[in-house]
């Protein structure tokens, strides 16, 4: 029987909004249909404009609504699944600013260090831009984590988990510094059964992004 939610997504290896977005539903239990649409091949960005005006992914088909943006679909599954943020008001407040933080931030470790799960480079030192924003990353882990028992930045598995999983792979793909304390943390990220279900994919999957690959190669 087809789901009445319909999630489309990029590709498993590069499409790191995409991967928030289904780690937040997958995490909700909230039964739901895939499609995988193949960015940066001849008809792509067409078929993403007929999906939503923005023309990104991901977009989940909720009935015959659409709802094109992996914060607002994270929204929509804490609806039905409170859980998903902290139960403290003052930190799922917290929880919704570092979400926000990544939503809107960090542009040059996006660019410098797009998300590449089949990745591991050893090429020298990263652009300083993207250091600083890898730096300041690394500050938030800290704060939120000092704050609370862990493993996870709120105590338990939360939405702000989930977006910055995608940060995560960046530090190890890239070979990004970073304290004992972060790297224990990206280690839970990392080995989370739901996370390493979508990084076999990624795996799996043949679709190659050349742009993505020349990235500081």
Excluded at 6 to 25: A, K, Q
Excluded at 124 to 131: A, K, T, V, Y
Excluded at 148 to 162: C, E, K, Q, R
Excluded at 167 to 172: D, G, I, K
Aim: charged residues 25%; aromatic residues 10%; negative net charge.
């Amino acid at each position: 029987m087809k789901s009445p939610l319909t999630l489309f997504i990029g590709n498993y290896n590069y499409s790191s909004w995409s991967l928030r977005s289904w780690l937040v539903l997958t995490k909700a239990e909230l039964p739901f249909d895939l499609e995988v649409i193949d960015l940066d091949v001849p008809g792509y960005k067409d078929r993403l404009l007929a999906l939503s005006d923005a023309g990104t992914v991901p977009v989940l088909q909720v009935g015959e609504d659409r709802i094109p943006d992996s914060l607002a679909i994270s929204e929509f599954a804490a609806r039905a699944v409170p859980n998903l943020w902290p139960k403290d008001a003052g930190d799922r407040a917290c929880a919704r600013a570092v979400v926000e933080k990544m939503h809107t931030g960090f542009e040059a470790l996006r660019r410098e260090a797009p998300m590449n799960l089949r990745r591991r480079t050893t090429n020298g030192p990263m652009p300083e831009d993207c250091l600083k924003d890898a730096a300041e990353v690394e500050a938030l882990w800290q704060d939120c984590l000092s704050r609370h028992d862990g493993p996870f930045l709120f105590d338990d598995w939360s939405i702000a988990d989930a977006f910055y999983v995608p940060v995560a792979t960046r530090f190890e793909s890239y070979g990004l510094p970073r304290s004992r304390r972060s790297d224990i943390y990206i280690s839970e990220l990392m080995s989370d059964p739901d996370f390493q279900d979508w990084e076999a994919m990624a795996f799996a999957e043949t679709h190659i992004m050349p742009n993505f690959d020349a990235v500081n190669g």
